[in-house]
């Protein structure tokens, strides 16, 4: 079935970096682009940024400019999220979503961030 | 940058009807989606394009956009609908994902 399966959960330092895979099943993982959005404990949802897996290009943003990267390898169907610089304000479930024209309408089920001392 | 305004909090009834806004500038010129997330889970679409559902979704859900105000409308609510609902569009202006501040339905 159509599904994203996301990479187990993470305990980080701060300022430490850290790396989040989404691998794509089910459909052509080229012929659709990729969201990453992130939920803080308690709060709604907040867009990071996205992906077009088959050119590789992203976009992103401008609150995660320059400490964020969206990569893929497109030989094993998967998608990366890579934030730096973490501090506690980055603890947080990491989403990849599969996007339909502007809406998401796969979702992976969340990678849990911890960043702490 | 562009904000979408939602209430905290709605509550209705069991087989009433719950209406959550969802406010922005001129939103009626943008196609607006909307999420259901019940605690611990992931958020699932139950409404794109202002009004049309994906598969699976019951027909109790619809939605409406017209002037500053998108509008998810779910009728004959049930216990099973209590949840965090998130409003969604894409400002092409900036080319960014916004996302509403979420409300929670609660169910009496």
């Known amino acids: 079935q159509v599904q994203l399966v996301q990479s187990g959960a993470e305990v980080k330092k701060p300022g430490a970096s850290v790396k989040v895979s989404c691998k794509a099943s089910?459909?052509?993982?080229?012929?659709?682009?990729i969201n990453w959005v992130r939920q803080a404990p308690g709060q709604g949802l907040e867009w990071m940024g996205w992906m077009n897996p088959n050119s590789g290009d992203t976009g992103y943003a401008q609150k995660f400019q320059g400490r964020v990267t969206i990569t893929r390898n497109t030989s094993i169907s998967t998608a990366y999220m890579e934030l730096s610089s973490l501090r506690s304000e980055d603890t947080a479930v990491y989403y990849c979503?599969?996007?339909?024209?502007?809406?998401?309408?796969?979702w992976g089920k969340g990678t849990t961030v911890t960043v702490s001392s | 940058s562009y904000v979408l305004t939602q209430p905290p909090s709605v509550s209705v009834a069991p087989g009433q009807t719950a209406r959550i806004p969802c406010g922005g500038n001129?939103?009626?010129?943008?196609?607006v989606h909307w999420y259901q997330q019940k605690p611990g889970q992931a958020p699932v679409l139950v409404v794109y394009?202002?009004?049309d559902r994906p598969s699976g979704i019951p027909e109790r859900f619809s939605g409406s956009n017209s002037g500053n105000t998108a509008t998810l409308t779910i009728s004959r609510v049930e216990a099973g609908d209590e949840a965090d609902y998130y409003c969604?569009?894409?400002?092409?202006?900036?080319?960014?994902?916004?996302f509403g501040g979420g409300t929670k339905l609660t169910v009496l």
């Open positions: 089910g459909f052509t993982f080229t012929h659709y682009d």
């Open positions: 979503a599969r996007v339909e024209t502007t809406n998401m309408d796969v």
């Open positions: 969604q569009v894409w400002d092409s202006s900036s080319d960014h994902l916004v």
């Open positions: 394009d202002d009004n």
């Open positions: 001129n939103i009626g010129s943008k196609g």
